[in-house]
């Protein structure tokens, strides 16, 4: 049989849980939120050091956006092999048939549609390489994007341009000596332009490749999510707080 014996120091040891701290060695849950953290971290960003200025890219952040560059050169460099791969026999064929002003007028055409088409891919490939410089996570994910239908493009336009290659030699081939020399000459040199044209494909297929792996390396993404949380950092600096260093 025990006998429970009051303890003078504390004669009421119910009641000290009652509008008091809580007992020695119990976790105080009053100061809690409602996500479980301390009320005073709940609006908060916590960090070891406080992103205080942007984000420096390394040396594979910088080898894509060079990358992204290049690509924007390469398609300038293709939409002016493209033009004259398309129009060398086109207007050979129109001035044949209906003179030399509506070959003119074809010409311009196809001019005034590669330069639109051309000033369409260099500017989204620059916007893309500005921002993504400037560390938008957007940017990395648009030229990521880009990269994988560039690839996928070049992969099948290059496939026919080899198409037309052999299709070019072919005709060329089975050409007799009594067609017209024009004709025979506008072919050759568009056979040139194609055959450029099938390499240009490859080596923007390659590029495309090798930008899309850049843009989802682990430097690549640590470098736009630093940069965001710098641009957080400067809107509400209020927002973060940093942890106090350790001692040992």
């Avoid at 301390?38 to 390394?58: A, K």
Wanted: with cysteine; hydrophobic share 50%; charged share 10%.
């Amino acid at each position: 049989m025990s006998h429970d014996f009051p303890n003078p120091q504390n004669p009421h040891p119910q009641a000290q849980h009652h509008g008091g701290a809580a007992p020695h060695g119990a976790a105080d849950l009053s100061a809690l939120g409602p996500h479980g953290t301390p009320e005073h971290y709940e609006t908060h960003q916590v960090y070891e050091h406080l992103p205080t200025e942007p984000s420096r890219p390394s040396a594979q952040v910088r080898l894509g956006i060079k990358l992204i560059y290049a690509h924007a050169v390469l398609i300038v460099v293709h939409g002016v092999v493209s033009f004259y791969r398309d129009t060398i026999p086109t207007s050979t064929t129109v001035y044949a048939q209906h003179g030399a002003a509506a070959m003119d007028v074809t010409i311009g055409k196809i001019a005034v549609l590669y330069a639109v088409i051309t000033l369409v891919l260099v500017a989204t490939n620059i916007l893309v390489g500005v921002f993504y410089s400037r560390g938008y996570t957007w940017a990395r994910i648009t030229a990521a994007v880009l990269a994988i239908l560039g690839a996928m493009n070049n992969l099948l336009l290059g496939l026919l341009t080899l198409i037309g290659v052999f299709e070019l030699f072919a005709a060329l081939s089975r050409a007799s000596d009594s067609a017209d020399p024009g004709y025979i000459e506008a072919y050759r040199y568009a056979t040139i332009f194609v055959v450029a044209s099938a390499v240009l494909y490859l080596v923007g297929l390659l590029l495309c490749i090798i930008i899309a792996v850049y843009m989802f390396k682990p430097q690549a993404a640590a470098f736009t999510t630093n940069w965001g949380m710098w641009r957080a950092y400067q809107k509400n600096p209020s927002m973060y707080v940093q942890i106090p260093p350790a001692h040992f």
